[in-house]
């Protein structure tokens, strides 16, 4: 099976603390990591190549440095890293880093691709659908679990899989080539081994531009873009803190009191 | 917009390099100059205290399409949920009443899936019409169904402005309808409202976990479209003297679909759902519940209470309690109206997933726990005593005393 599993450099959220005064990022000394959620997609795609032999390539598109990325795929043992980058695609939004994405896979070609839920600094959620629609296949989102994946030698095959839901868990089976994204509760990513460090060196990251994988300048990046950020602020901090006085027993009533009052109860 | 560094105002300070997340700027002969990873976040313009980082309008405008005036009308997705239209469709239609009001055009609903009453029920709660189609294809919820008849009226009617539920249906079939009409998508917005000036609608969401609110346009392309977090609009005013009318339509070749429902297992917990996004009240449990069997007690807290039950990723790890209740960055963020965190430190991104609701409760026996940061009441001590003096007072308060 062909795999694709698209990754994302991000900055680690946890770390990028926010200075109330000037109301702005510190990213001073903020690691870059790969996207959480596609740590998890990574080792789906290894244990579906396991299991049923093929290839992984991990595809991200993002400037000159997110091959540090795709080298960190490697070491886990994904088999190859496609770079998807240049000027034109700076400012993109997640209609165009689709339109991008879905053009670098068409250009490999893959049975499967997959998709971490959501990337932690936008949340959007929203760029493995895209991509599906980009290369009308079929998605399935927020996949807990895989039960079972076949494919022949024509490439006919089917996924099947549990796709968590707001009120439960649906079983889906998907034709393939198809998409997933995936949850955390998935699977357990493995460690870089050591031939995978190695071979993290050596392999050659492969580069494509927008004109080659066959998009002008006017549909990727800010221009191929339709939403535009206006602007940028922090959130009213939480006023209203109040504290409760007393032994825990009448802290306990002031507390059942107050919800009272507030219409919590 | 683009951003750009004026030459000769820059005092190549560096302030906007320590606060870019992109690492996208750099220092060029003393000067910063904005480089092409720039994502446009906009973090160096606040930093900059000269003021020398501007946007500028420049030859990057946007080739609009041909006539966005051509688009009328705020549409609502109403999602239904085994036959049932969702709470987060009555709150769409609170929300989208106001801004077809503000742009004095109707408000449409679209349902597929759920019974006439149903639909008539839209009517009730503010819409002036109803896209309505009762096939059997929409009974499971799958993607391309409803994303290819939903897209398909959109193309036909042109709606200037579409809303659904941030919930896991809204926000995995809406960015289909996106990609296939080549339109933006807001995901997960919690405010909305019309530019006076342009009509253009400003979608509010935050974004880094939180940390930041980004206000996003689609100037360029219609329809306008954002996936809304449930609980924070207010839903519609019930009125059964309202008239709309109900347009049937037919599913047609949208019933293909390459990705079966299988089968569908709705996880409920005794009287208590776990769809906690939708949740007035919930009680969290983290690493200081010490176990499974300090989850009991916060059951027979929520059965009291009406609520639900949340928790930690530390007591999802430890596997007290399965994923469905993480709250947190990597699981559901949720804003009720109560949020009570028992034994819960509050690290950040257990925070970003909770800090909005409405009144925080932290129990927790360490007074320098962050969660203290964030509460609107809280009490320090041990939740072993102080859960059990909780429920006792509500059970007596429950029975009439
Ligand atoms: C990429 C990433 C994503 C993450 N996503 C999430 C997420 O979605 N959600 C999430 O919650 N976390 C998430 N985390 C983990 C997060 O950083 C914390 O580790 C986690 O939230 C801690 O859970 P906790 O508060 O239950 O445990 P702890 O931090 O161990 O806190 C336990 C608390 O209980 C108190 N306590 C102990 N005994 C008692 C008692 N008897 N009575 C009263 N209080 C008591 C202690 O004082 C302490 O404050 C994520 C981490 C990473 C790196
Ligand atoms: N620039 C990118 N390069 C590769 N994959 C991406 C990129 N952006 C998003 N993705 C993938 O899409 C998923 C959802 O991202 P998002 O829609 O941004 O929340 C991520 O988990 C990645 O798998």
Same mark, same amino acid.
């Given at each position: 099976?062909?795999?694709?599993?698209?990754?994302?450099?991000?900055?680690?959220?946890?770390?990028?603390?926010?200075?109330?005064?000037?109301?702005?990022?510190?990213?001073?000394?903020?690691?870059?990591?790969?996207?959480?959620?596609?740590?998890?997609?990574?080792?789906?795609?290894?244990?579906?190549?396991?299991?049923?032999?093929?290839?992984?390539?991990?595809?991200?598109?993002?400037?000159?440095?997110?091959?540090?990325?795709?080298?960190?795929?490697?070491?886990?043992?994904?088999?190859?890293?496609?770079?998807?980058?240049?000027?034109?695609?700076?400012?993109?939004?997640?209609?165009?880093?689709?339109?991008?994405?879905?053009?670098?896979?068409?250009?490999?070609?893959?049975?499967?691709?997959?998709?971490?839920?959501?990337?932690?600094?936008?949340?959007?959620?929203?760029?493995?659908?895209?991509?599906?629609?980009?290369?009308?296949?079929?998605?399935?989102?927020?996949?807990?679990?895989?039960?079972?994946?076949?494919?022949?030698?024509?490439?006919?095959?089917?996924?099947?899989?549990?796709?968590?839901?707001?009120?439960?868990?649906?079983?889906?089976?998907?034709?393939?080539?198809?998409?997933?994204?995936?949850?955390?509760?998935?699977?357990?990513?493995?460690?870089?081994?050591?031939?995978?460090?190695?071979?993290?060196?050596?392999?050659?990251?492969?580069?494509?531009?927008?004109?080659?994988?066959?998009?002008?300048?006017?549909?990727?990046?800010?221009?191929?873009?339709?939403?535009?950020?206006?602007?940028?602020?922090?959130?009213?901090?939480?006023?209203?803190?109040?504290?409760?006085?007393?032994?825990?027993?009448?802290?306990?009533?002031?507390?059942?009191?107050?919800?009272?009052?507030?219409?919590?109860? | 917009?683009?951003?750009?560094?004026?030459?000769?105002?820059?005092?190549?300070?560096?302030?906007?390099?320590?606060?870019?997340?992109?690492?996208?700027?750099?220092?060029?002969?003393?000067?910063?100059?904005?480089?092409?990873?720039?994502?446009?976040? =906009?973090?160096?313009?606040?930093?900059?205290?000269? !003021? &020398?980082? %501007?946007? @500028?309008?420049? #030859?990057? *405008?946007?080739?609009?399409?041909?006539?966005?005036?051509?688009?009328?009308?705020?549409?609502?997705?109403?999602?239904?949920?085994?036959?049932?239209?969702?709470?987060?469709?009555?709150?769409?239609?609170?929300?989208?009443?106001?801004?077809?009001?503000?742009?004095?055009?109707?408000?449409?609903?679209?349902?597929?899936?759920?019974?006439? =009453?149903?639909?008539?029920?839209?009517?009730?709660? !503010? &819409?002036? %019409?109803? @896209?309505?189609? #009762?096939? *059997?294809?929409?009974?499971?919820?799958?993607?391309?169904?409803?994303?290819?008849?939903?897209?398909?009226?959109?193309?036909?009617?042109?709606?200037?402005?579409?809303?659904?539920?941030?919930?896991?249906?809204?926000?995995?079939?809406?960015?289909?309808?996106?990609?296939?009409?080549?339109?933006?998508?807001?995901?997960?917005?919690?405010?909305?409202?019309?530019?006076?000036?342009?009509?253009?609608?400003?979608?509010?969401?935050?974004?880094?976990?939180?940390?930041?609110?980004?206000?996003?346009?689609?100037?360029?392309?219609?329809?306008?479209?954002?996936?809304?977090?449930?609980?924070?609009?207010?839903?519609?005013?019930?009125?059964?003297?309202?008239?709309?009318?109900?347009?049937?339509?037919?599913?047609?070749?949208?019933?293909?679909?390459?990705?079966?429902?299988?089968?569908?297992?709705?996880?409920?917990?005794?009287?208590?759902?776990?769809?906690?996004?939708?949740?007035?009240?919930?009680?969290?449990?983290?690493?200081?519940?010490?176990?499974?069997?300090?989850?009991?007690?916060?059951?027979?807290?929520?059965?009291?209470?009406?609520?639900?039950?949340?928790?930690?990723?530390?007591?999802?790890?430890?596997?007290?309690?399965?994923?469905?209740?993480?709250?947190?960055?990597?699981?559901?963020?949720?804003?009720?109206?109560?949020?009570?965190?028992?034994?819960?430190?509050?690290?950040?991104?257990?925070?970003?997933?909770?800090?909005?609701?409405?009144?925080?409760?932290?129990?927790?026996?360490?007074?320098?726990?962050?969660?203290?940061?964030?509460?609107?009441?809280?009490?320090?001590?041990?939740?072993?005593?102080?859960?059990?003096?909780?429920?006792?007072?509500?059970?007596?308060?429950?029975?009439?005393?």
């Amino acid at each position: 099976m062909r795999i694709a599993v698209c990754i994302k450099q991000v900055p680690d959220t946890a770390e990028v603390k926010i200075n109330r005064e000037t109301g702005t990022l510190v990213r001073e000394g903020v690691p870059s990591i790969i996207n959480p959620y596609d740590m998890h997609a990574i080792e789906a795609a290894l244990g579906l190549r396991d299991a049923l032999g093929g290839k992984v390539t991990a595809i991200t598109m993002g400037p000159p440095q997110a091959e540090a990325a795709l080298r960190e795929a490697i070491s886990m043992g994904v088999d190859d890293g496609l770079l998807v980058t240049g000027r034109e695609f700076a400012g993109a939004d997640t209609l165009a880093t689709s339109r991008a994405l879905s053009g670098a896979i068409r250009a490999i070609g893959a049975d499967l691709i997959v998709c971490g839920k959501q990337a932690i600094d936008g949340d959007t959620a929203q760029v493995g659908p895209e991509v599906a629609e980009f290369l009308d296949i079929p998605h399935v989102s927020y996949v807990r679990k895989i039960i079972e994946a076949e494919i022949d030698h024509e490439a006919r095959g089917s996924i099947k899989v549990e796709r968590l839901m707001d009120e439960g868990v649906d079983v889906v089976q998907a034709e393939l080539p198809a998409l997933i994204t995936v949850v955390r509760e998935l699977n357990t990513p493995r460690l870089p081994s050591l031939r995978g460090k190695i071979n993290a060196k050596k392999t050659e990251i492969k580069k494509l531009s927008a004109a080659e994988i066959g998009l002008t300048p006017e549909v990727v990046g800010f221009n191929g873009s339709p939403t535009q950020v206006k602007k940028i602020f922090t959130p009213a901090p939480r006023c209203g803190r109040r504290v409760l006085e007393g032994g825990l027993e009448e802290q306990v009533e002031a507390l059942v009191k107050e919800l009272m009052e507030k219409k919590c109860l | 917009m683009p951003l750009k560094v004026e030459k000769n105002v820059c005092s190549g300070c560096g302030a906007c390099i320590t606060v870019c997340p992109y690492d996208a700027i750099k220092m060029e002969g003393g000067k910063a100059e904005i480089g092409e990873y720039c994502q446009l976040c =906009q973090a160096c313009l606040t930093a900059c205290a000269e !003021g &020398a980082i %501007k946007e @500028y309008k420049g #030859d990057l *405008e946007k080739p609009g399409q041909a006539d966005l005036s051509a688009y009328k009308g705020v549409w609502v997705f109403a999602e239904q949920r085994g036959g049932k239209v969702a709470p987060v469709a009555f709150e769409l239609l609170g929300e989208g009443g106001k801004l077809a009001g503000q742009r004095g055009v109707e408000l449409c609903a679209v349902l597929f899936g759920a019974t006439r =009453q149903e639909a008539r029920e839209l009517v009730r709660r !503010g &819409a002036d %019409k109803v @896209y309505f189609c #009762d096939d *059997e294809i929409f009974t499971n919820f799958e993607d391309e169904p409803n994303a290819g008849l939903l897209a398909s009226l959109i193309n036909e009617h042109r709606p200037e402005i579409v809303l659904a539920g941030a919930t896991a249906i809204g926000r995995s079939f809406l960015p289909r309808v996106a990609a296939r009409l080549k339109t933006g998508l807001t995901a997960d917005c919690t405010g909305l409202e019309i530019e006076p000036e342009t009509g253009n609608l400003i979608q509010t969401r935050p974004a880094y976990g939180g940390n930041i609110m980004a206000s996003i346009l689609s100037p360029g392309t219609r329809p306008q479209m954002a996936t809304v977090r449930p609980k924070v609009m207010k839903p519609g005013r019930c009125d059964d003297s309202r008239q709309g009318e109900i347009i049937e339509v037919k599913a047609g070749e949208f019933r293909r679909s390459r990705a079966k429902v299988l089968a569908s297992i709705r996880e409920e917990e005794g009287a208590m759902k776990v769809n906690l996004q939708e949740a007035d009240v919930i009680i969290s449990g983290g690493r200081g519940l010490k176990g499974k069997e300090g989850f009991q007690m916060l059951r027979e807290l929520a059965v009291l209470l009406g609520g639900t039950v949340g928790a930690s990723r530390a007591a999802v790890d430890e596997g007290w309690i399965p994923y469905c209740h993480q709250v947190g960055q990597t699981g559901k963020t949720v804003a009720p109206k109560l949020y009570i965190a028992c034994g819960i430190s509050g690290a950040v991104q257990h925070l970003v997933g909770m800090q909005s609701s409405d009144i925080i409760v932290a129990i927790n026996k360490n007074p320098e726990a962050p969660i203290f940061n964030v509460a609107t009441y809280g009490i320090v001590g041990d939740l072993n005593e102080i859960l059990p003096l909780l429920i006792r007072k509500l059970k007596e308060r429950k029975n009439g005393r």
